[in-house]
């Protein structure tokens, strides 16, 4: 059912400046008598930095069936034709298929297996859900880059997200390398909230998905979480995840090599934590962007 809007703003932001302001929310849940599925180091360098990378965490098999469902929604008509999909600018190759989780049955399985479930719902010590899913694409040669921005801070605004108690997992498809256009993160920018400036234009999401203008940091604002925590590349290999709270400090360049990325990407929301109706004068986003009417908890 749709959100209604029962709790106070504790993050404004586009309200007409560009400004931090001190994160009121913990990054790991947990409490400490909690067993951990991963160790005690993963868990504390995820507190500190805002993200972890899981090595290896799938098999050789098990990359080259994804792939292969990456190919299969890639060409498929129907998606295609859905409206759920997102572009290149220029080039108008596809960049992103949304809702994943529910038009793939692999995909529905692989957010429930236990090697990512049980770290969300271990870091966000609640029943999670997917909050939004999808198939990230930078094509060879013309990938776009993607510019800084915080989750959270666009999950709030436009989603009405309530507190940072959601995660991201990127899982690698495909070799990431230093010079494909990889995941860059800003280490220990999570620990503050970055407000933009600006207001939120209307359905801003069909531009900003492409190339976000709205809800980005300030030169000002990224000068100093760089110069602060600096820059990590999150370069891997097929299978490995990128575990990275929704308030870090993130993006990537473009892709004008001959190697092309590609990437899961799932969000989990703690249930406490379900959308409201969001913080901005807009309606909601789509609902194949923010799930709002459809809400179920990952089990399994």
Not at 23 to 38: E, H, Q
Request: hydrophobic share 35%; with cysteine.
């Amino acid at each position: 059912m749709p959100g209604q809007q029962q709790c106070d703003d504790v993050y404004p932001s586009r309200q007409g400046a560009n400004e931090f302001s001190e994160r009121l929310d913990p990054t790991v849940y947990a409490p400490i008598s909690r067993v951990a599925p991963l160790s005690q180091q993963q868990i504390d360098d995820y507190a500190e930095n805002g993200f972890m990378v899981l090595e290896d965490l799938f098999s050789d098999v098990e990359v080259k069936m994804f792939q292969q469902e990456l190919e299969r929604l890639r060409h498929d008509e129907k998606i295609k034709q859905s409206g759920e999909t997102i572009t290149e600018p220029g080039s108008g190759e596809l960049r992103s298929v949304f809702r994943v989780h529910e038009n793939s049955a692999l995909f529905k399985k692989l957010v429930a297996d236990s090697r990512l479930a049980e770290v969300a719902r271990y870091v966000l010590n609640d029943d999670v859900y997917i909050h939004q899913s999808r198939l990230n694409y930078k094509p060879a040669f013309r990938g776009k880059e993607f510019y800084w921005h915080s989750d959270f801070e666009t999950w709030h605004v436009e989603d009405g997200m309530p507190r940072m108690r959601a995660l991201s997992m990127s899982v690698t498809l495909t070799e990431n390398f230093e010079y494909n256009g990889p995941l860059m993160l800003v280490p220990g920018s999570h620990r503050q909230f970055a407000a933009c400036a600006g207001e939120t234009p209307e359905e801003h999401f069909k531009a900003s998905l492409k190339k976000q203008e709205y809800g980005v940091p300030s030169d000002e604002q990224l000068k100093k979480m760089v110069d602060s925590g600096g820059i990590v590349t999150a370069s891997c290999k097929p299978g490995s995840v990128i575990v990275f709270d929704c308030n870090v400090m993130h993006g990537s360049n473009s892709n004008i090599t001959p190697e092309p990325r590609a990437n899961l990407f799932f969000v989990y929301n703690a249930l406490s934590n379900r959308v409201v109706e969001p913080f901005c004068n807009q309606p909601p986003r789509p609902e194949y962007i923010c799930s709002r009417e459809r809400i179920v908890p990952v089990v399994g």
